[in-house]
């Protein structure tokens, strides 16, 4: 899909089209990110590093879930 960089007051900007909001499952407001690869720049609606943030802290609370019900008390 081919995109035309645009002015947008003193900045420049790419206005992402309907089809391509629905696709990233993304409203105006939402946040993207984006992340470099080998093969150029990826648009995404995933963050990676949250991602692995959230994994490790479900893995800690089924751990330690007898403790997190106590500190909760």
């Known amino acids: 899909m081919k995109l035309k960089i645009t002015a947008i007051g003193n900045s420049a900007g790419v206005i992402l089209p309907r089809e391509?909001?629905?696709?990233?499952?993304?409203?105006?407001?939402?946040?993207?990110?984006?992340?470099?690869?080998?093969?150029?720049?990826?648009?995404?609606?995933?963050?990676?590093?949250?991602?692995?943030?959230?994994?490790?802290?479900e893995k800690v609370m089924r751990k330690d879930r007898h403790v997190l019900r106590k500190l909760a008390q």
């Open 20 to 57: 391509l909001l629905a696709r990233l499952r993304v409203e105006k407001g939402d946040e993207l990110y984006a992340l470099e690869t080998p093969d150029g720049i990826k648009l995404t609606s995933y963050d990676p590093t949250l991602a692995k943030q959230m994994e490790v802290a």
